[in-house]
């Protein structure tokens, strides 16, 4: 039987490096990679922004680099310029075909969360294209960025998540068999505590608010 190496891909953010993520690969722990590159010079060290357990890390790495390299500065490094939300939402339908879904995903202080990586994959949605434009999602809409679930399947893990109170089904209807989402406001404060996933709206909001 042929190993499959697995490891983990993480974004790291720099607050003496701003608008810039690093994206790269460890079979090892993020913690001592972290370690390891701010001995290069940098005046603070690296933080975790997100990180996903992957198969063939390696892989999935040139995946992603190449689906973001008209965002990379410099192709010889593994930064690139934009939110972290922005490049998630952009990147997320590559790293899912590498994550196992029964594994589950890490974000800044999110430890003792007990959700699946899916689970906040399709939470980003909601809050990234339905939350702040304040417009529900139906599970067709969703379904359309992850093959791997058929509709029926992904409204019976939407109904379950809803169990967590972070998502709810509106009274809105898409057809008598599939149903309409929304991130609640315990989703918000969830998806807020983890740091760099609002930074973006929240910029936005305040731009709009002074135009």
């Known amino acids: 039987m042929t190993n499959i190496t697995s490891g983990t891909l993480y974004f790291l953010t720099n607050p003496a490096i701003p608008d810039l993520v690093k994206i790269g690969y460890t079979t090892g722990k ?3 990679r972290i370690k390891q590159i701010s001995k290069t010079g940098t005046p603070v060290e690296f933080q975790v922004a997100a990180q996903f357990s992957v198969f063939t890390p390696r892989q999935c790495e040139i995946e992603v680099h190449e689906v973001l390299k008209s965002i990379r500065p410099n192709p010889k490094r593994e930064f690139f310029k934009g939110s972290v939300i922005n490049i998630l939402i952009t990147v997320l339908p590559t790293i899912s075909k590498y994550i196992d879904n029964n594994s589950k995903i890490h974000l800044i202080n999110n430890e003792e969360d007990d959700l699946e990586q899916d689970d906040i994959y399709f939470m980003i949605y909601l ?20 093959l791997a679930y058929s509709p029926l399947e992904l409204e019976y893990k939407l109904l379950k998540l809803a169990e967590t109170g972070l998502i709810k089904r509106t009274s809105k209807k898409y057809s008598d068999r599939f149903g309409v989402w929304a991130l609640t406001t315990d989703g918000l ?11 973006d709206l929240i910029e936005e909001d305040r731009r709009d608010i002074h135009h």
Do not use: C, W
Not at 135 to 140: A, R
Not at 189 to 199: A, G, Q, V, W
């Open 189 to 199: 404060k969830f998806m807020f505590e983890r740091d760099h996933i609002l930074h």
């Open 127 to 146: 809050l990234h294209d339905g939350y702040a434009n304040s417009q529900p999602i139906s599970t067709m809409e969703l379904v359309q960025h992850h």
């Open 30 to 32: 993020v913690t001592d």
